[in-house]
């Protein structure tokens, strides 16, 4: 945390203004710039290819882990492969999160592959916030690919927002969810100017009482171009809610695909698209507050994505 | 104090012109309380959008404390002090109630006066603050939000169209109650969109629109009597098809 940049880029995606309590890594420019470990949560770098390995011990409870990456260096092109291994019982929250500030005129890129392994009854939070900026005309690119594994019982929240400033992005998330394991995903996005976004999140329900929820929502201004394509398969006796919200302004396009699949008979799953402008009365009503009328979109937006 | 001087409003084109309000006049003077009623598809709540600048007219003038704000935006209306609470109010993802009133307020509005106007409009305050102002309200619950949005702010004009629409009967004796104070104490006057006996009794003046145009108007002891009459004869104020005397 040496400078300003890297101070405004981590408290942006991690909300850190100081040295994280409980165990943190931070990755600045594709190298290790910072670290520590705690008695229950042990961070190491793998041997074969870039990344770390995350080990969260059975039972711990109410402590969190911080994996912030920033990238500052024009024309830098970054992979890491990141593992979780979340042992039983534990409930933990773990912020990740990229800031890429490209003042150069070069493509800079940040690929994340995370796994996650979240043991019997365990639950985990997972927030991941994106961040673009930098007055350089070089395209800043993020493409995260999430894999979860969920045993029995356990339970994982993911917050994934993407708020402004990344050119290109493609997500891809896929989920396994054994017996009772339940998963809650938050999906945010805002595309603006020329930018592309792409989300495919595929959920596996497979064992016995699977419960899944994916909420997405995302407004689309400028001349932006964002697909989703969340799907849920149902492969025994579960349920799932995919949802689906755009706002579109401007000459936007979105396109949401939303598939629901279930091999087994007792599968309920259900899904809702909608794309729309934003609604005039809700401009209306906000302008008889006194409002302008772009004060009042921001409001919306704000409130959409919150 | 507003007047509105012969108001019109029309659709369409010239060939085949439908006139929805159709040279309206009226003055309503501070520290009054007027309720305009009259069957459906009268003129009324299209009259109150005017007033708030919702729609422009096509003739006519509308002076409020002695300012033409007939060109105005419903954004300079609004910074000019006249409020409007919504027949149909809007539902809004991810804002809360007290992220609503606080909107209204213009600033953040501290949590014990957000729950005296929820409390006020007969929701129970501790359980609404946090509640989102989507569809997981009821119809009668986002109404009463919406009549909360004008309590929050301190207006030279409160227009409320059909604020009874969705609201039980038993809420509704306490919104009377409500609607009763808040003319007392926080807006200089108040026009209520209605069709209900209980809010008329309230009124100072009453103004009846029917097919665009003022049928009537007159002070409440003048004019209630003769609406009642009709409500038992031929007149239904809840809007099926009426004839007029």
Known sequence: ?306 | MLEVRDLSFSVGSSAQKLEIIDSVSFTLDDGKFLVITGPNGGGKSTLARLIMGIEKPTSGQIIFNGTDITRMSVTDRARAGIGYAFQHPPRFKGMTVHGLLSLAYGEDLPKDKCCEFLTNVGLCSMEYLDREVDASLSGGELKRVEIATLMARRLGLAIFDEPEAGIDLWSFKMLVETFRQMTRDRHDSVIIISHQERIMQLADEIIVIADGRVRSSGSREDLLPQLLGEFDDVCNLKGNTVKYR
Do not use: W
Request: with cysteine; glycine share 8%.
């Open chain 1, 1 to 306: 945390m040496s400078d300003t940049i890297d101070s405004a880029l981590l408290s942006e995606i991690a909300d850190l203004h100081a040295v994280p309590a409980g165990a943190y890594n931070i990755r600045k420019n594709g190298a290790a710039s910072g670290r520590r470990s705690t008695a229950n949560i042990e961070i190491t770098t793998k041997a074969d290819r870039p990344g770390i390995d995350i080990r969260i011990a059975p039972f711990t409870k109410n402590e969190s882990v911080h994996i912030p990456v920033i990238i500052t260096e024009t024309g830098l092109d970054d992979k890491v492969y990141n593992d979780f291994y979340i042992g039983e019982g534990a409930d933990v929250l773990i912020v990740a999160g990229c800031g890429i500030h490209n003042a150069g005129d070069s493509k800079t890129q940040h690929d994340g592959i995370h796994r996650f392994f979240i043991g019997r009854n365990a639950r985990v939070r997972y927030v991941e916030k994106h961040v673009g900026r930098g007055e350089g005309t070089g395209e800043r690119v993020l493409n995260p690919t999430t894999e979860v594994t969920q045993e029995e019982g356990s339970v994982c929240e993911m917050e994934m927002v993407q708020i402004k400033g990344v050119d290109s992005t493609l997500r891809q998330t896929t989920v396994h969810l054994a017996a009772s394991a339940k998963l809650i995903v938050t999906e945010r996005l805002l595309t603006h100017g020329a930018q592309k976004a792409r989300s495919n999140i595929d959920v596996y329900l497979d064992g016995a009482d699977a419960s899944a929820q994916i909420v997405s929502r995302s407004v689309a201004k400028d001349k932006s171009e964002q697909v989703f394509y969340p799907r849920a398969v149902g492969n025994n006796l579960c349920k799932a809610h995919v949802q689906c919200d755009s706002i579109i302004m401007d000459s936007a396009k979105i396109r949401s695909i939303p598939e629901i699949a279930a091999n087994h008979s007792e599968a309920q799953i259900v899904h809702e698209a909608a794309i729309g402008r934003i609604n005039n009365d809700q401009l209306v009503k906000l302008q008889t507050f006194g409002m302008d009328e772009a004060r009042a979109e921001d409001v919306i937006i704000r409130g959409f994505l919150k």
